[in-house]
């Protein structure tokens, strides 16, 4: 545990470190850039799982972004950011911590794709660090200065059995 502890603090200072050489050029400052704060739910995909734990566990997560593209003319354009995550229930819990996309095609329709490292405790308490990711969709309700939007997608991660896979319902608050 101590040194899950420790390479989780060794990422997030690397990550701060990240966004402070993050500078992006003039021509990519055409949105605000900051904070999105996600909330919700996350249905574990496996049944021993769900049967082990709780078939809805708590998820949450926070993506700063740091560099946003030009429009183009159809109005498609993407943010780059970094992301630290939550979800769990009970014991059994799994913090992403990564570089996340995601892809404007409208004011109200974008996906989100998501790369990076997660720190999960597993069914049988075993600490496991591996390859997490995930990807979805999601539907903007209010184009204005704090947009909410609903998000859908599948998140998982490798090493450990399937346990953290699963589908996602979020709200999301842009900042």
Do not use: C
């Amino acid at each position: 545990m101590m040194m899950h502890k420790g390479m989780l603090w060794l990422i997030a200072i690397a990550v701060a470190g990240t966004l402070t050489l993050a500078t992006p050029v003039r021509a990519q400052e055409t949105k605000a850039q900051g904070f999105t704060v996600s909330v919700g739910a996350f249905f574990p995909s496996k049944k021993a799982v769900r049967d082990a734990t709780q078939d809805v566990w708590f998820s949450a997560d926070i993506t700063y972004t740091f560099q946003t593209s030009e429009p183009t003319e159809s109005g498609y354009y993407y943010d780059l950011g970094v992301f630290v995550g939550f979800y769990g229930s009970g014991d059994v819990r799994n913090i992403p911590v990564g570089l996340s996309f995601t892809g404007y095609l409208n004011e109200q329709f974008f996906y989100r794709a998501t790369a990076g490292v997660g720190f999960a405790r597993r069914l049988n308490n075993d600490d496991k660090t591996g390859f997490a990711w995930s990807i979805g969709f999601g539907y903007n309700f209010n184009a204005g200065t704090t947009p909410i939007a609903l998000f859908v997608g599948y998140s998982g991660q490798t090493g450990t059995s399937d346990e953290h896979n699963g589908f996602t319902a979020m709200l999301q608050f842009k900042f």
